[in-house]
């Protein structure tokens, strides 16, 4: 086997192009942080995903996780959001319908909602919704307004009730400080 001095030149000169470039070629650069994870995008747009978050039922026996994954450019929400939740109550029915209630607006309503995971023994339901881009700004300027909630029907006609948590509020002040 034969080595050159011109062929390691080579080698030496165009490797950290190659890095560079596959590197920089790359459609996301990732920041993280304990509650958001922001994707960036070409055309400067920004992909969020709001982790996990409980809403607190009425009663002690629900509640609810909630996440949220949708794009924003500049401070323009430019796309729908998979609103993903988990329902933690004991029922055998499965989740109907579901809407933010805004005091005084129209609730946003949680559409195309399909069932992800549910197991009846371990007491839970985990569906996938979108809320659609025209909704966005409405509903996450509304999560610290009182009285504002999620309400969810189920198929044997119970509907539950639920307010963010501290937590839930952290975490999207946290996205807005972005």
Same mark, same amino acid.
């Given at each position: 086997? *034969?080595?050159?001095?011109?062929s390691l030149?080579?080698?030496?000169?165009?490797? #950290?192009?190659?890095?560079?470039?596959?590197v920089?070629?790359?459609?996301?650069?990732?920041?993280?942080?304990?509650?958001v994870?922001?994707m960036?995008f070409d055309g400067n747009a920004?992909?969020?995903?709001?982790r996990p978050?409980i809403?607190?039922?009425?009663? *002690?026996?629900s509640s609810v996780?909630i996440?949220?994954?949708y794009?924003?450019?500049?401070?323009?929400?430019?796309?729908?959001?998979?609103t993903?939740?988990t329902?933690n109550?004991?029922?055998?029915?499965?989740?109907?319908?579901?809407?933010?209630?805004i #005091?005084g607006?129209?609730p946003?309503?949680?559409?195309?909602?399909?069932?992800?995971?549910r197991?009846?023994?371990?007491?839970?339901?985990r569906?996938?919704?979108?809320?659609?881009? *025209?909704d966005?700004e409405t509903?996450?300027?509304?999560f610290?307004? #009182?009285?504002?909630?999620?309400s969810?029907?189920?198929?044997?006609g119970?509907?539950?009730?639920f307010? #963010?948590?501290?937590?839930?509020?952290?975490?999207?002040?946290?996205? *807005?400080?972005?």
């Amino acid at each position: 086997m *034969k080595f050159s001095f011109h062929s390691l030149f080579l080698f030496l000169l165009f490797s #950290p192009l190659m890095i560079c470039s596959c590197v920089s070629s790359s459609s996301t650069i990732f920041k993280n942080s304990d509650k958001v994870l922001v994707m960036t995008f070409d055309g400067n747009a920004l992909k969020y995903y709001l982790r996990p978050e409980i809403m607190l039922g009425k009663d *002690k026996n629900s509640s609810v996780n909630i996440d949220f994954s949708y794009q924003k450019r500049n401070d323009a929400y430019i796309s729908d959001s998979y609103t993903n939740f988990t329902l933690n109550y004991n029922t055998s029915a499965y989740i109907q319908s579901a809407q933010f209630n805004i #005091p005084g607006k129209e609730p946003v309503v949680c559409n195309n909602i399909t069932t992800l995971n549910r197991n009846v023994s371990q007491k839970f339901i985990r569906v996938q919704t979108i809320v659609l881009q *025209k909704d966005m700004e409405t509903l996450m300027n509304s999560f610290e307004i #009182p009285e504002f909630n999620l309400s969810i029907e189920l198929t044997d006609g119970t509907v539950l009730f639920f307010t #963010p948590s501290k937590t839930l509020i952290e975490t999207i002040r946290e996205e *807005k400080m972005r």
